[in-house]
């Protein structure tokens, strides 16, 4: 058992040897944390680390204690865990151990998506229950540690054991207490079409947060946190990572104690929250999961990156290889009508596309983003046959179909909306704002998830559609439960979630065959959780290569490549005007997964050429390109030039890409050293797509040491190219073992 109690010392180890936990139970009940982080020795005791002869705080105000779960109002001045309101409006809490239970494997959570396993084998989990009697409430703790991976998952159930309501005000899914505030802070952050840029910089006492109370977790912040040791980087040092499994408002939030500790949190935002448990009801709160290296920055990722792609992330896509898709959208947008789809398809069959989607545009009456969402119906005038025939007439191309829906919206310009008003999120009697000239539906509603379960099976049940990209184009304002009492108000944000993961449960279990893409404006409700329906999301709308480099580096630290959404698209680029070289658009976008967002008729005979060699290089090293471990080379940001590569699990194969933004005069000499290889194999280095354009080259041999002590030559080329140089433009290595 990966999890140990100690019966003399009361002491609760997780361990595997790749990270430990260890809690334990203090003289007055309180369940203490005496340190997380490193893998420690499960036979040995760490009391010492914690207090000796604690009696709480009321005595030792401010005291550097670690503690499990915080509460507020006893002497631990620092952000709190949980608050819960009681009868008599207090918030104090005395939470003591009341038991504890082992068991191999890890139970699902109420409604909310989460990490799984297998084989029970896969995993320990412990249920610690933590009671105060007076509030009458129960905690369970729940921690879950996987065998062979460097993260631990945590969740909270809270249970109503008393006779009048409590009211829950803070539950955060996690709350780590580290021993002293030497540690910088990265976060994910950024905006529509520049999503996920890290941001680091050293604690300083007090608190700094990142967060949304948008409904959705956004485009402005990731729902994750890294404390880095300052000296961390990419490859070396410590680290610890939280990472929230939600896609609603959420606080993820480090402290630095006046005594120099550093508490880090993570959950439900608090702001506007407050959740009532009745007597004999109970609350769960969504899971974080933590993890910690010492390997750097990089080894935090790769923890995430092995998680969440082999046991969050679900389904029959889960594992299969994921097609080169076409989309329509930057190709067409709304200007389009069956003959124009299935044209632009065959252009798409002939560069070697696997799957065509049709994207915004082919339901209601929609010309423009002004009407028809919520009528999901397919618009006659564009399309008389209906999807099932354009569907077979793509299939017969030798493509699979796919379709873009945006099920929880609709427009005030819609059948939909007349006949429910009501069913649009907003309060009575206040005007409503509209953000794309669309409103929200309101989800907390089971009736309005009832309807959208049938319309939207139903469309998917019309045609043979193999795809699906759930788009969600717009935040909450005005938040309000047209089926919630006043005093459950604060209760909306987290059960609009709810309904909108029932329909996402509902629609993946119906249709367990498609493959689904999650998207929000692109990246703006990119999320562990979302990641436990659809296994890839679109990563952002921007689809410059420039831009691009930039933010998948930055969602690279969360989430593997077999997530990320990468399209090539034409140029001049419709987010910010760029014009990059067709082979940089793709020496990024292949560090995902790959497509095309144009129209194929509107190619050249040599871009024809050259996407068929694109594709069919990408197709050819699939598996390393969705599979590999992905490792951040150089950064991009704020320097000229960035670089990334991926690894076979067996080492024996790599490739490497490195992109110049800018070009220098002079530039001095540069090697690019790479990272993960087998220092004792020889590769073989291959230029793609080779010194002379189209040939093949049979490369340089050189040892897996060298390519990692010296690297690749950048200035002057080692081995050479053939790659045009300048601005924005790239090289590709392909290495392979001898
Ligand atoms: C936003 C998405 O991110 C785009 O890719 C596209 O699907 C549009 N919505 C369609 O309205």
Aim: hydrophobic share 40%; proline share 8%; aromatic share 8%.
């Amino acid at each position: 058992m990966a999890i140990t109690w100690r019966d003399d010392s009361r002491e609760l180890h997780l361990h595997n040897g790749r990270v430990s936990l260890v809690l334990a139970v203090h003289e007055n009940g309180w369940l203490g944390q005496l340190h997380v982080g490193a893998p420690l020795d499960p036979t040995a005791s760490y009391r010492h680390l914690g207090p000796t002869d604690f009696r709480g705080f009321a005595n030792r105000l401010d005291e550097p204690v670690g503690l499990a779960v915080p509460t507020a109002g006893s002497g631990d001045f620092r952000v709190p865990a949980l608050v819960v309101e009681g009868a008599d409006g207090s918030t104090v809490l005395d939470l003591v151990y009341r038991g504890h239970r082992i068991a191999a494997g890890k139970p699902g959570l109420d409604g909310l998506p989460s990490t799984y396993v297998e084989d029970p084998a896969e995993a320990t989990t412990v249920g610690i229950d933590l009671a105060d009697p007076i509030a009458g409430l129960l905690v369970t703790l729940s921690l879950t540690i996987f065998e062979d991976r460097p993260v631990i998952a945590r969740s909270m159930r809270l249970v109503n054991e008393g006779d009048t309501g409590l009211i829950i005000r803070t539950a955060m899914s996690a709350s780590l207490d580290l021993p002293d505030g030497a540690w910088d802070l990265l976060t994910l952050s950024g905006a529509w079409a520049r999503e996920r840029r890290p941001h680091r910089a050293a604690l300083l006492p007090g608190r700094r947060s990142v967060g949304s109370l948008r409904g959705a977790t956004g485009h402005g912040q990731d729902p994750s946190l890294f404390l880095l040791r300052p000296g961390t980087d990419e490859a070396h040092g410590e680290g610890l990572a939280i990472s929230l499994v939600y896609s609603g408002n959420f606080l993820a939030e480090a402290e630095v104690g006046p005594r120099g500790p550093t508490r880090a949190r993570i959950g439900l935002h608090p702001d506007g929250f407050a959740w009532t448990l009745e007597p004999g009801a109970s609350f769960t709160t969504p899971e974080a999961v933590i993890a910690w290296s010492a390997d750097g920055v990089g080894g935090l990722s790769d923890a995430f990156h092995g998680l969440f792609g082999e046991r969050l992330a679900r389904g029959a896509w889960r594992d299969r290889p994921r097609p080169v898709l076409l989309n329509s959208w930057e190709g067409v947008y709304f200007d389009f009508d069956h003959d124009r789809l299935v044209e632009m398809a065959r252009g798409a069959v002939d560069l070697g596309v696997e799957l065509f989607v049709l994207d915004d545009g082919w339901f209601g009456g929609r010309d423009d983003d002004t009407s028809s969402l919520g009528d999901w119906e397919v618009d006659r005038r564009k399309l008389p046959a209906g999807l099932g025939p354009l569907a077979a007439d793509i299939e017969a191309l030798g493509l699979r179909f796919g379709l873009w829906i945006e099920p929880e919206m609709v427009s005030p310009r819609s059948r939909l909306f007349e006949a429910h008003p009501d069913w649009a999120i907003g309060v009575p009697g206040r005007p409503r704002t509209e953000s794309r000239q669309q409103l929200v539906l309101d989800l907390s509603r089971p009736e309005v998830v009832d309807h959208l379960e049938t319309a939207i099976a139903a469309v998917l049940g019309s045609a043979s559609i193999s795809y699906v990209k759930w788009d969600m184009n717009r935040n909450i304002t005005e938040p309000y439960g047209g089926a919630l009492p006043p005093e459950r108000q604060g209760e909306f944000f987290h059960r609009y979630l709810l309904g909108t993961y029932e329909l996402w449960r509902r629609l993946t279990s119906r249709f367990p065959e498609v493959l689904f893409e999650s998207c929000a404006g692109g990246g703006g409700r990119f999320d562990p959780g979302m990641l436990a329906f659809a296994p890839q999301a679109w990563t952002s709308d921007d689809t410059d290569a420039i831009e691009r480099l930039a933010i998948q580096w930055g969602a690279s630290h969360v989430y593997p490549l077999s997530s990320m959404g990468a399209h090539v698209s034409a140029v001049p680029n419709h987010q910010v005007g760029r014009i990059t070289p067709l082979a940089t658009r793709a020496a990024v976008a292949f560090f995902g997964v790959f497509g095309y967002e144009l129209d194929p008729r509107a190619l050249s005979g040599p871009e024809r050429a050259e996407i068929r060699a694109q594709i069919a290089f990408y197709r050819e090293h699939r598996e390393l390109f969705q599979r590999g471990r992905f490792v951040r080379l150089r950064s991009p940001l704020g320097r000229d030039d960035g670089a990334w590569m991926v690894i076979s699990p067996d080492r024996r194969g790599a490739i490497v890409a490195h992109v110049r933004i800018l070009a220098r005069p002079v530039p001095p000499p540069d090697r690019l050293r790479l990272r993960g290889l087998d220092p004792g194999l020889t590769y073989r280095v291959s230029p793609w797509p080779g010194p002379s354009a189209g040939d093949a080259s049979d490369g340089v041999r050189r040892g897996g040491d060298v390519l990692m002590a010296a690297g690749l030559g950048l200035v002057p080329e080692d081995p050479p190219t053939g790659a045009p140089g300048g601005d924005f433009s790239s090289r590709i290595w392909v290495l392979s073992a001898d």
